[in-house]
């Protein structure tokens, strides 16, 4: 198999070519079985759905409002710099499986980049404000994590990152995407990895 791959997983995807019945829990994993292994699944979902009649605007401001300040204070203690004002920062967020290439991390990283160019031509041309600063938190972990150190993740050792924790923290540095290009005036655009599990994420951000 070509690096990265997961091993495991892989053979017992191809294993399931000899169970009696296969599941999928979304409409592109069937697909995904019928073209490399031959396998005709059934589709049991296990999501939930909720169901809201509005959306309460003012928690969610105050929510947008933590975190902003959140990354403005942390930003400016753990790698210094000009100050990012909180209302300059623009979070978004992609959960997901930590395997790599099959999600897509190399794409979403590169269109980062993109996006920093976008951003610099915009703000060029009077279409968007000076020192906008958008920040992707990619949550992805290869499993639950004990040893967070104050200031997560914002402040993140490698002494914390795992396996394909590593290799992603590595991709966003190799980019240009990490804090420091961000804090010196030279990005506007940065990537942070955000390892924590699925048990984790239905508990809450670790700012909260």
Same mark, same amino acid.
């Given at each position: 198999?070509?690096? *990265?791959? &997961?091993?495991? %997983?892989? !053979? $017992?995807? @191809? #294993?399931?070519?000899?169970?009696?019945?296969?599941?999928?829990? +979304?409409?592109?994993?069937?697909?995904?079985?019928?073209?490399?292994?031959?396998?005709?699944?059934?589709?049991?979902?296990?999501?939930?759905?909720?169901?809201?009649?509005?959306?309460?605007?003012?928690?969610?401001?105050?929510?947008?409002?933590?975190?902003?300040?959140?990354?403005?204070?942390?930003?400016?203690?753990?790698?210094?710099?000009?100050?990012?004002?909180?209302?300059?920062?623009?979070?978004?967020?992609?959960?997901?499986?930590?395997?790599?290439?099959?999600? *897509?991390? &190399?794409?979403? %990283?590169? !269109? $980062?980049? @993109? #996006?920093?160019?976008?951003?610099?031509?915009?703000?060029?041309? +009077?279409?968007?404000?000076?020192?906008?600063?958008?920040?992707?938190?990619?949550?992805?972990?290869?499993?639950?994590?004990?040893?967070?150190?104050?200031?997560?993740?914002?402040?993140?050792?490698?002494?914390?990152?795992?396996?394909?924790?590593?290799?992603?923290?590595?991709?966003?540095?190799?980019?240009?995407?990490?804090?420091?290009?961000?804090?010196?005036?030279?990005?506007?655009?940065?990537?942070?990895?955000?390892?924590?599990?699925?048990?984790?994420?239905?508990? *809450?951000?670790?700012?909260?």
């Amino acid at each position: 198999m070509p690096p *990265g791959v &997961p091993e495991n %997983l892989a !053979s $017992l995807e @191809a #294993l399931a070519l000899y169970a009696d019945t296969v599941t999928a829990v +979304g409409e592109s994993t069937p697909g995904s079985q019928a073209f490399f292994y031959g396998i005709n699944g059934i589709v049991i979902r296990n999501g939930i759905t909720i169901e809201a009649e509005k959306i309460d605007w003012n928690r969610k401001e105050l929510c947008l409002a933590q975190i902003r300040n959140f990354l403005s204070e942390n930003l400016y203690k753990y790698y210094g710099g000009e100050k990012i004002e909180p209302e300059k920062i623009i979070p978004i967020f992609t959960i997901s499986r930590i395997e790599v290439e099959n999600k *897509g991390y &190399p794409d979403l %990283l590169d !269109s $980062l980049v @993109a #996006l920093e160019h976008i951003i610099r031509n915009s703000i060029m041309e +009077g279409h968007m404000e000076e020192k906008i600063k958008v920040i992707c938190f990619l949550v992805a972990a290869e499993g639950p994590k004990t040893n967070l150190p104050e200031g997560f993740p914002v402040h993140l050792p490698k002494d914390v990152l795992v396996g394909n924790e590593l290799r992603l923290q590595q991709m966003i540095e190799e980019r240009g995407l990490d804090f420091t290009k961000m804090v010196r005036g030279k990005r506007s655009v940065a990537a942070v990895l955000y390892p924590r599990s699925s048990r984790q994420r239905t508990e *809450g951000w670790a700012w909260e």
